[in-house]
C-alpha cells in the first residue's frame, strides 16, 4: 500500500519557469491537500480540493494552480516560478475533511523546490 | 479564530529521560487537537488526536498528551527517550466545523535525543 505518493522528490528551477508537482494517493480518499512547510512557518495550505473535479483556495494560493481531474490524483502547478516559492511542498489526503477535527491527514514524503 | 504555540523550538534530552513538548492553543470552539510527528525527509505522521473522548490521549511509540482546557494545554510527553525518536513534532488545532482550512499547524519543536 503506497498511501501518498509525490513527484518529483527535489527540482530546481529558474525564476520564471513553470512546473507540475504530482501527487496521487490510493485510499479512496475524497479530500486533497497542498501545503507548503518552511523554517520556523510550521505548515500553510495552499489549495485543497473536496473531489474530484473540485478545488479551492487555502491560506497561501497566490502564484500557485491545482486540477483534480481523477479522484486519485491531485497536481499543484507554478505557472512563473520565483524565489519566495522555494519551498518543501507537501500532498496530504483524508477520509474526512480536515477541519471536522475528527479525520486523520496522510502525507507524502515532500517535494523540495528551489527557485534560482 | 484559533492558534496554536508551541513554546520550544528545541528540546534536547538524554536518551531514556523523560520527554516534554508544549503546546498551547486558543480556540473559539470545542478543539480536536492533533500531535503530527516528521522524522527527516520524511512527511508528517499522526502520533495521537483528543476529538472530546478522553482528556488523557495514548498515541503510537509509547507518547501520550493531555488536554487540560483549563490551561488551554495539550503537552507531549514520553517517559524515555529512544533515539528514534528524534525528530521534528507539530502540534495542531481543528475548530470542528471549519473547512479545510479548519486546522492550524503550529510551527514545529525539534527534539534531540542525545546518546
Known amino acids: 500500500n503506497a498511501g501518498v505518493t509525490q513527484t518529483p522528490k527535489f527540482r530546481v528551477l529558474k525564476t520564471g519557469q513553470s512546473m507540475t508537482l504530482l501527487c496521487a494517493q490510493d485510499?479512496?480518499?475524497?479530500?486533497m491537500y497542498w501545503y507548503r512547510q518552511d523554517p520556523g512557518m510550521g505548515l500553510r495550505l495552499i489549495h485543497y480540493?473536496?473531489?474530484?473535479?473540485?478545488?479551492a483556495k487555502g491560506e497561501v494560493p497566490d502564484g500557485y494552480n491545482v486540477s483534480r481531474l481523477k479522484k486519485q490524483n491531485f497536481l499543484l502547478g507554478l505557472e512563473s516560478a520565483a524565489p519566495s516559492q522555494t519551498s518543501v511542498y507537501f500532498c496530504?489526503?483524508?477520509?474526512?475533511?480536515?477541519?471536522?477535527?475528527?479525520?486523520?491527514?496522510?502525507f507524502g514524503e515532500g517535494s523540495r523546490l528551489t527557485v534560482l | 479564530a484559533q492558534s496554536v504555540t508551541q513554546l520550544d523550538s528545541h528540546v534536547s534530552v538524554s536518551e531514556g529521560t523523560p520527554v516534554l513538548l508544549r503546546c498551547n492553543y486558543s480556540?473559539?470552539?470545542?478543539?480536536?487537537l492533533f500531535w503530527y510527528v516528521q522524522h527527516p525527509n520524511k512527511g508528517l505522521q499522526l502520533l495521537l488526536k483528543?476529538?472530546?473522548?478522553?482528556?488523557l490521549v495514548k498515541g503510537i511509540n509509547g507518547f501520550e498528551a493531555e488536554f487540560k482546557k483549563s490551561e488551554t494545554s495539550f503537552h507531549l510527553t514520553k517517559p524515555s527517550a529512544h533515539m528514534s525518536d528524534a525528530a521534528e513534532y507539530f502540534c495542531?488545532?481543528?475548530?470542528?466545523?471549519?473547512?479545510?482550512?479548519?486546522?492550524?499547524f503550529g510551527k514545529g519543536t525539534h527534539l534531540i535525543i542525545q546518546p
Open positions: 483528543y476529538t472530546s473522548a478522553a482528556t
Open positions: 480556540s473559539s470552539y470545542s478543539p480536536s
Open positions: 480540493s473536496v473531489g474530484e473535479g473540485t478545488t
Open positions: 495542531v488545532v481543528s475548530d470542528r466545523g471549519g473547512g479545510a482550512d479548519g486546522l492550524t
Open positions: 485510499m479512496n480518499h475524497e479530500y
Open positions: 496530504a489526503s483524508s477520509y474526512r475533511l480536515a477541519g471536522e477535527g475528527t479525520g486523520e491527514l496522510f
